[in-house]
C-alpha cells in the first residue's frame, strides 16, 4: 500500500475544500486500485461533490441549516455551537474510496473530492491517501 499524509488550511471560513488536485497528484502513476481519502478528525468529513456551480455553497449552507450554532449541543467545548462540529461527521463520512484506473481517479465529468470542515476552531487538517494496488 502507498499512503500520504498532506495538510489543508481551511481557514476560519471556508466549510468547502476542493482537494481533487491533490488526490490526482498522488494517485499519478500508481496503476490500478483503489485510492482512500481519510481525515483523522472528529469534527471534518469528506465527499465527492460538484464544484463551482452552487453545490459546494449549498452544502456549507445546507449543513449550517441542520446543524445550527446554538446552544442546544451537549458537547460544549470551544466557540459557540461547536459540538454541530462533532455531529456533522455522522452525515458527510470521514471517508470515502475512490476506484482509480491507470493511476486517474475514475471521477464523473463533474465531481471533485472535496473536505468538508464546519469546525472554525481548528483551521488546518490532515488528509490521509492510501492507495491499495488492485
Do not use: K, Y
Not at 463533474?110 to 491499495?132: E, G, H, Y
Amino acid at each position: 500500500m502507498e499512503t500520504t499524509e498532506i495538510t489543508i488550511h481551511t481557514g476560519r471560513t471556508g466549510i468547502v475544500t476542493d482537494i481533487t488536485g491533490e488526490a490526482s497528484r498522488f494517485a499519478a502513476g500508481l496503476g490500478d486500485g483503489l485510492l482512500s481519502v481519510f481525515v483523522p478528525h472528529a469534527t471534518a468529513g469528506v465527499a465527492i461533490l460538484e464544484t463551482g456551480a452552487g453545490s459546494d455553497q449549498d452544502l456549507a449552507d445546507h449543513l449550517d441549516s441542520l446543524f445550527p450554532r446554538d446552544d442546544r449541543w451537549r458537547h460544549v467545548h470551544g466557540s459557540p455551537g461547536h459540538g454541530a462540529d462533532h455531529v456533522m461527521p455522522a452525515i458527510v463520512a470521514p471517508s470515502i474510496t475512490i476506484p482509480v484506473i491507470d493511476g486517474r481517479l475514475t471521477l464523473g465529468t463533474w465531481q471533485s473530492v472535496v473536505l468538508v470542515d464546519p469546525n472554525r476552531d481548528n483551521p488546518t487538517r490532515r488528509v490521509r491517501f492510501s492507495f491499495l494496488a488492485g
